[in-house]
Structure formats: C-alpha cells, structure tokens
C-alpha cells in the first residue's frame, strides 16, 4: 500500500518536471530552433570587454541583454584561453552555453491537492523553443562539440549549432540573395 501511495505521489511530479519542462536527459542546443533574423545583428566585439576583469564580466553576463550575453561568451573565451582566469574548458562550455542559447524559463508551482486527489508539482512555461542568443557563442559552442572539447564529441549538434551560427552572421554578414546590380 504505501508503495501504491508513494508512486501516486512522486509520479505527477516527476511528469511536471521531466515531461512538462524538457525531457531528462535532452540539451537544450537539441531544442534551438534557428532561423534567419529579419534585420541584421551584428555580434558585439570582445574587445568592448578588454579592460573589464572576471567579476565585472560576470555582473554583466546576468543581464538578459545583447551586451549580457557577448560578457557571457567573452567569459567563455578567457576560460577556454586561460586569460586571466585559470583555464577550464567546463566552465568556458557552460559560458557559450548561456551566451548562445536562449532557454525559456520553467516556473514550478504547488497544486494542493483536495480530498483523496494529492497535491502536485505543475511546470509552468519552459516548453517553449530554444532560440539563439549570441552567434559567436553558438560557433564556439559547436565548434567544442565538434572537437569534444570540454563536452562529449557530437558532430550533428556541431553541424546545427555552426550552421546556426553562421545564419546568425558569426562568420561576417550574410550574402544577399539579391544579384549584385
């Protein structure tokens, strides 16, 4: 009886938080959905952050902004270079990672529970697509997953985060469609 009772209960909040905000187990570079900007972003130089040291980089990476996510990747690069920071190719992935992908976030709420029903565990929000963020990000991102470099070798989420990156203009502006008059 109390095992019955038990997976009534942990199993709406496993359902809430594995099936309503993202799978265990997936990446969130598995959800990008990737499309061509309508007007041009230009990528925020690194040299904008040059005389900033790592705590100041880091006030401005918890901004949800263009220029919090170029702090972000600039973050990442130090890390995956050692300038200034002590070299750790983890923590340099997981600055790419939060500079080049845009994750909507999940909110958890309570549900009590009323007579014999119990309470749960409800995930609101975060089953939304993962869109870019920084385009230099997402190319070092892919380019690590290429290499295995501080992630596990990938070469398909290398190819969809390069390509996305490089839609994004991560490798210079993209070319008109339009024939050159």
Not at 12 to 34: E, M, S, T
Not at 57 to 63: F, G, K, M, P, V
Not at 167 to 173: D, F, H
Request: proline share 7%.
């Amino acid at each position: 009886m109390r095992r019955r009772w038990a997976i009534l209960m942990l199993g709406p909040i496993l359902v809430g938080v594995g099936g309503c905000a993202g799978a265990f187990g997936i990446d969130d570079a598995d959800r990008l959905a990737c499309a061509a900007p309508m007007t041009p972003v230009l990528p925020i130089s690194s040299n904008e952050f040059a005389g900033l040291s790592g705590e100041q980089l880091e006030d401005e990476a918890r901004e949800s902004s263009l220029r919090g996510r170029a702090a972000a990747r600039v973050l990442g690069e130090r890390y995956e270079r050692g300038e200034g920071v002590a070299a750790d190719v983890r923590k340099a992935v997981s600055w790419y990672r939060a500079a080049g992908l845009v994750v909507p976030q999940a909110h958890y709420v309570y549900s009590p529970g009323f007579g014999r029903v119990p309470g749960t565990v409800l995930a609101i929000g975060g089953s939304g697509p993962v869109t870019p963020g920084d385009a230099i990000a997402l190319r070092h991102l892919g380019e690590m997953y290429r290499s295995g470099i501080g992630v596990k070798p990938d070469e398909t989420r290398a190819k969809s985060l390069i390509s996305c990156a490089a839609l994004r203009g991560a490798y210079g502006p993209r070319p008109s469609s339009r024939p050159a008059i």
